[in-house]
């Protein structure tokens, strides 16, 4: 940062002197509207202008923050426990970047115990439903998840199927009868191969009552709460009573099971001897990122560790401190609301001065009366010593593999250029696979990587349209995908540029207008033009579009007005101008009047019509603050209703096919017609050849090179995720073919039919009656059991 002095605008000063001395939250703004930090307070007279008092004596991220505030926007709250659960929402929805967030926790992965059903299923899911299941974490770790459930399902014999299956009642003379229970709901006649290789109990063909199987589940519940003196209890007993009964073969089989419980708790290095449920917490911070580790102790055993990383904007240089109290706070609330299983004490490295707010916040989410404890010494201090240490271990675990990914993709990129005499590194590299089984299911797929590692978020899949059913044509599929791929960019369109208006471009806007008269009045608006309501398209330093918003309080805005020059329509100019607002300005709701016909256009881009104009509306319609369209129709979208889609627009530095010179020269005809010149290259599969366009012979790259390694994980991940729609599109397939030709049954009927019988075969076995539960209609139920 500058060392020359801060100087507070107008605007800040304004708001700074109304500020309440009361409870609330406040969102730092910059000039483009995008929220920059989110913070609660006791006292919002007090805290905000904390951050404008000695500059200079602000660390490096706190000082690049306040030189970007251009506006403060304040919610007072009636407590500061109100303010702290109003933050931690407002943080979830706007993720600003100056606010200590936790990376990745999309990322993070649930045990999910259906206790709900009659025979419950173990599950991994990444999403937390309100289905009243029994959810264990979050984990970090899919792997280390699943290999726990496998070393379960060894000991404990669990489904883990989708097939849904009800108890009806429990078969007493079962002499003669293969089943234990009658299943109201069995879809299969055989069992799968789990059952077979003793690893589940064959709960759907009846070979075990409800009662039984929930003894299974109760040993896993225990487990994963870290119960295991229970469990090796419940054992024993159930060990006794089949030795007396001389059933020793099953006797045996439980002592198997002690005996790998016992390895699993040989484990536990982490022991306390008072038997407390408790979590130590600790981090260390390492070149701006900051790594936790969880110590999870239950009954006085450690049943689990995670690790975490904490990121927020930050400056460089070893003059960098950052407030601890913020990191805690901040990812005790952030990681305890995903947990399921909070101890009553918390250890943690530093004293928490709002350590009231967060009782509170346990108290009113939870029920729990916690304690955040700092042990200054004794046996707990030395949790936190050795939660530190693996703390430091971690964050060197982290710089070691990213200093390494980093170092390869920067070397293959840098291979890449030299080897196929590209111009510039290419940064975006996009490469396409085609997938089909014997010319059905036809789809494709599209991966980007950028800057040598995956984009998931712009991958993109195709199913092939122009081919019919059972006709295979590898060209012909690659030819549809790239065209529609590349249709969405002209060579012109590489060199638009979206952007927030600057205070020199209101007179080339005003001068626009000039020559377009009725594009909008100034006059009937505010009367001055604000750079801030304006996005502009710029071409060649020139202007050739813009749309201009009209802001209401509530986090609203209309539509006032958008121009495109006329030499660039056809380009769906207003479109992404449009769409532009909704993300660089982050409003809740965007209005805008439209003329009737083109009602139809709109509803795709995803507006829908307003039949009742909102008060503000109106008020701000009499006042000349909105514009009213007296012949047109009222529209609205919502911004949490859409999605960014724009990895078409962006333009790759390199693109790959997978396979050889044909799929190459498909992909050069594509681009030729739309005049883009984009590297392109063809990588064969059988010697990992790498064609260009022009040349027979592929290009000597070495096949030992960084550069050879990065085609070949992108040509697998392309062909990895085009196998994945394939058998996505294959089974939808299967499951469409009888239920969509049913007059009566819609999408939501068929999905609920399918979600209760687990299959078109469990509905085909149902019963008339069972199915007339889930429909509600005797003919209709009776009609889908005569068509299926």
Not at 115 to 141: C, H, M, W
Not at 705 to 724: C, G, M
Request: charged letters at 35%.
């Amino acid at each position: 940062m500058s060392k020359k002095a801060f100087t507070i605008t107008k605007k800040i000063k304004k708001i700074l002197e109304k500020l309440p001395g009361k409870p609330g939250v406040y969102r730092m703004k910059n000039e483009e509207g995008d929220v920059l930090y989110i913070g609660k307070a006791k006292s919002l007279k007090k805290r905000v202008p904390s951050y404008f008092k000695n500059f200079q004596k602000h660390p490096i991220r706190t000082q690049k923050l306040v030189s970007q505030i251009s506006d403060i926007e304040i919610t007072e709250t009636s407590s500061e426990l109100e303010a702290l659960m109003l933050e931690t929402n407002l943080i979830k929805e706007f993720r600003p970047k100056y606010n200590i967030l936790m990376k990745d926790d999309k990322n993070f992965v649930y045990i999910k115990v259906t206790t709900q059903e009659d025979f419950p299923r173990i599950l991994v899911v990444r999403k937390v439903e309100n289905d009243k299941a029994k959810y264990f974490g979050p984990k970090t770790s899919a792997l280390k998840v699943k290999a726990t459930l496998k070393t379960l399902r060894n000991l404990f014999p669990f489904r883990t199927c989708n097939v849904g299956i009800r108890q009806e009642k429990e078969l007493k003379d079962n002499i003669l009868k293969k089943s234990r229970v009658k299943l109201s709901n069995k879809v299969i006649k055989t069992p799968c191969l789990y059952y077979h290789i003793k690893k589940c109990i064959g709960p759907c063909i009846g070979k075990v009552t409800k009662a039984e199987y929930a003894k299974i589940i109760d040993k896993v519940l225990r487990f994963l709460n870290g119960k295991y003196d229970e469990i090796e209890k419940s054992i024993k007993e159930e060990m006794m009573v089949l030795a007396k009964e001389k059933k020793f073969e099953k006797a045996a089989k439980l002592r198997d099971t002690m005996a790998s419980l016992e390895v699993i708790k040989e484990k536990q290095l982490v022991t306390s001897a008072d038997k407390e449920n408790m979590d130590v917490i600790n981090f260390v911070e390492h070149l701006g990122r900051y790594y936790l580790n969880v110590f999870m102790l239950r009954e006085g055993k450690l049943i689990n560790q995670e690790n975490f990383i904490m990121t927020a904007e930050n400056g460089k240089g070893k003059e960098v401190k950052f407030d601890e109290q913020e990191l805690l706070g901040n990812f005790i609330v952030q990681f305890y609301e995903k947990v399921f299983d909070i101890p009553k004490r918390i250890l943690i490295p530093v004293e928490l001065t709002e350590y009231e707010i967060y009782k509170k916040w346990f108290k009113e989410n939870y029920k729990k009366n916690v304690k955040l404890e700092n042990p200054k010494r004794g046996k707990y201090s030395k949790l936190l010593e050795l939660s530190k240490k693996n703390a430091k271990l971690y964050a060197k675990q982290c710089e070691i593999k990213w200093e390494s990914e980093d170092r390869n993709a920067e070397k293959a990129l840098h291979e890449l250029v030299e080897y196929l005499k590209l111009k510039k590194v290419p940064k975006r590299i996009e490469c396409f696979d085609v997938s089909h089984l014997g010319g059905t299911g036809k789809v494709a797929s599209m991966v980007v990587f950028e800057k040598g590692v995956p984009n998931k978020n712009d991958y993109r899949r195709f199913v092939i349209k122009s081919l019919k059913e059972g006709v295979n044509d590898d060209y012909a599929s690659m030819e549809e995908i790239l065209r529609r791929r590349y249709e969405k960019i002209k060579g012109i369109e590489n060199d638009i540029v979206l952007r927030s208006a600057k205070k020199a471009d209101i007179e080339k806007i005003l001068k626009i207008n000039k020559e377009n008269p009725g594009l909008f009045d100034i006059d009937a608006f505010n009367s001055k033009l604000d750079k801030k309501d304006f996005i502009l398209a710029e071409y060649k330093n020139k202007i050739i579009g813009f749309v201009r918003v009209k802001r209401f309080k509530d986090e609203s805005c209309q539509i006032g007005s958008l121009y495109v020059d006329p030499d660039f329509n056809g380009m769906k100019l207003g479109f992404k101008l449009m769409r532009e607002i909704i993300f660089k300005f982050k409003y809740k709701k965007i209005y805008t009047y439209i003329a009737k016909h083109l009602n139809e256009y709109y509803e795709k881009f995803g507006y829908k019509q307003v039949k009742v104009i909102p008060e503000f509306m109106e008020k701000a319609v009499k006042s000349g603050k909105a514009e009213c369209g007296a012949k047109g129709l009222l529209m609205m979208i919502e911004r949490v209703k859409v999605k960014r889609t724009d990895s078409f627009e962006k333009v790759p530095d390199l693109v790959v096919v997978d396979g050889g010179k044909g799929q190459l020269s498909v992909l050069t005809k594509v681009l030729k017609e739309r005049t883009l010149k984009i590297p392109a290259i063809g990588l064969a599969k059988q010697n990992e050849d790498v064609y260009v366009p022009g040349k027979i012979q592929p290009v000597p790259i070495p096949k030992d090179s960084e550069a050879l390694y990065l085609l070949q994980r992108l040509r697998d991940e392309a062909h990895r995720f085009a196998i994945t729609h394939q058998k996505i599109v294959r089974k939808k397939k299967m499951e469409k073919s009888v239920l969509d030709t049913i007059p009566g049954v819609g999408e939501m009927l068929k999905r609920k039919l399918l979600r209760t019988f687990g299959s078109v075969n469990g509905i085909k076995q149902a019963e008339v009656a069972e199915i007339v539960k889930v429909v509600k209609n005797k003919k209709l139920a009776e009609r889908i059991k005569m068509m299926v």
